[in-house]
């Protein structure tokens, strides 16, 4: 099998190596190097190049199970070729499974690295300190989920989704969208009244700008939350704002909604007070 020999040597391919160990009892690699991005080199100092218009460097693995039954971790055999691409053509052509000299790894857990690795200065190393023992909390780092509905490069399409999680009940966004099952930390009741919620603020910054100063409200309990056909539509919504423009001016903060909630003709009341009540 002609692969790249990304998996030979990295760390985060450990449980693949160990997998492999598993499944099979013999396993020849021949390690055929050229990766442009190591800028490796010839142990004689000669340039190293690719057997393929490639940056990642390229193995040919054979992979050998005996029987159906397997206990234990098999063995790895290794093989080097560096230099020219030339060169490793004609020694690839001329060349055997026999004549090809196998040095037996002796590796070892976590990590069963594939190729030959020095650990003459391993006791001493692990005698330092972990970086876990500097940072107490870690994770895998930031990940986007569902990125076909939650991330777009137009203000059309954003708005079109935003919609539409304001609008549609959940199991029509789930077919619209074809959102697999919850997880965890993502919902689909979540991402509707966040949506809701966010232009609850924006109408209130823009209906009346003097308030800014007022303690967030996404500080505030949340209320219960609604089926998302409840909502209005980010249309409708402009649309209150624009017919409202005369009550920017108002400071009542206690009866400032009456107004609006009483003679909105465009906006069925149901919804504006749904929508409009903080």
Same mark, same amino acid.
């Given at each position: 099998?002609?692969? %790249?020999?990304?998996?030979? /040597?990295?760390?985060?391919?450990?449980?693949?190596?160990?997998?492999?160990?598993?499944?099979?009892?013999?396993?020849?690699?021949?390690?055929?190097?050229? %990766?442009?991005?190591?800028?490796?080199?010839?142990?004689? +100092?000669?340039?190293?190049?690719?057997?393929?218009?490639?940056?990642?460097?390229?193995?040919?693995?054979?992979?050998?199970?005996?029987?159906?039954?397997?206990?234990?971790?098999?063995?790895?055999?290794? #093989? /080097? *070729?560096?230099?020219?691409?030339?060169?490793?053509?004609?020694?690839?052509?001329?060349?055997?499974?026999?004549?090809?000299?196998?040095?037996?790894?002796?590796?070892?857990? =976590?990590?069963?690295?594939?190729?030959?690795?020095?650990?003459? *200065?391993?006791?001493?190393?692990?005698?330092?300190?972990?970086?876990?023992?500097?940072? %107490?909390?870690?994770?895998?780092?930031?990940?986007?989920?569902?990125?076909?509905?939650?991330?777009?490069?137009?203000?059309?399409?954003?708005?079109?989704?935003?919609? /539409?999680?304001?609008?549609?009940?959940?199991?029509?966004?789930?077919?619209?969208?074809?959102?697999?099952?919850?997880?965890? /930390?993502?919902?689909?009741?979540?991402?509707?009244?966040? #949506?809701?919620?966010?232009?609850?603020?924006?109408?209130?910054?823009? *209906?009346?700008?003097?308030?800014?100063?007022? !303690?967030? *409200?996404? #500080?505030?309990?949340?209320?219960?939350?609604? !089926?998302?056909?409840?909502? !209005?539509?980010?249309?409708?919504?402009?649309?209150?704002? #624009?017919?409202?423009?005369?009550?920017?001016?108002?400071?009542? +903060?206690?009866?400032?909604?009456? =107004?609006?909630?009483?003679?909105?003709?465009?906006? !069925?009341?149901?919804?504006?007070?749904?929508?409009?009540?903080?």
């Amino acid at each position: 099998m002609i692969t %790249n020999n990304s998996y030979l /040597d990295g760390v985060t391919h450990r449980q693949m190596r160990k997998k492999l160990l598993e499944s099979f009892d013999s396993i020849y690699i021949l390690n055929l190097h050229g %990766n442009s991005k190591k800028r490796e080199v010839a142990p004689d +100092g000669e340039r190293d190049e690719n057997v393929f218009n490639i940056q990642q460097g390229v193995a040919i693995a054979i992979f050998i199970r005996k029987s159906k039954t397997k206990k234990g971790l098999g063995s790895v055999y290794y #093989s /080097d *070729l560096y230099g020219k691409r030339d060169y490793k053509f004609n020694e690839l052509n001329k060349g055997s499974f026999k004549k090809t000299k196998w040095e037996k790894l002796n590796y070892k857990e =976590p990590y069963f690295f594939f190729v030959p690795k020095n650990f003459a *200065l391993e006791e001493e190393y692990n005698k330092g300190f972990s970086v876990k023992d500097i940072f %107490n909390e870690y994770n895998s780092g930031i990940q986007t989920k569902r990125d076909n509905t939650t991330i777009h490069f137009t203000e059309k399409e954003i708005v079109a989704v935003i919609n /539409d999680f304001q609008i549609l009940t959940e199991s029509e966004i789930r077919t619209k969208y074809h959102l697999p099952e919850d997880g965890r /930390d993502w919902k689909i009741c979540f991402a509707t009244y966040r #949506s809701v919620s966010a232009s609850r603020i924006w109408i209130f910054h823009l *209906l009346f700008p003097r308030w800014r100063r007022l !303690p967030s *409200l996404m #500080s505030l309990p949340p209320p219960t939350i609604q !089926p998302a056909h409840s909502y !209005p539509s980010w249309a409708q919504a402009l649309t209150i704002i #624009s017919f409202h423009q005369q009550l920017i001016a108002s400071s009542d +903060g206690e009866n400032f909604l009456l =107004p609006i909630l009483h003679t909105s003709r465009k906006f !069925p009341r149901a919804h504006s007070r749904q929508f409009l009540s903080f």
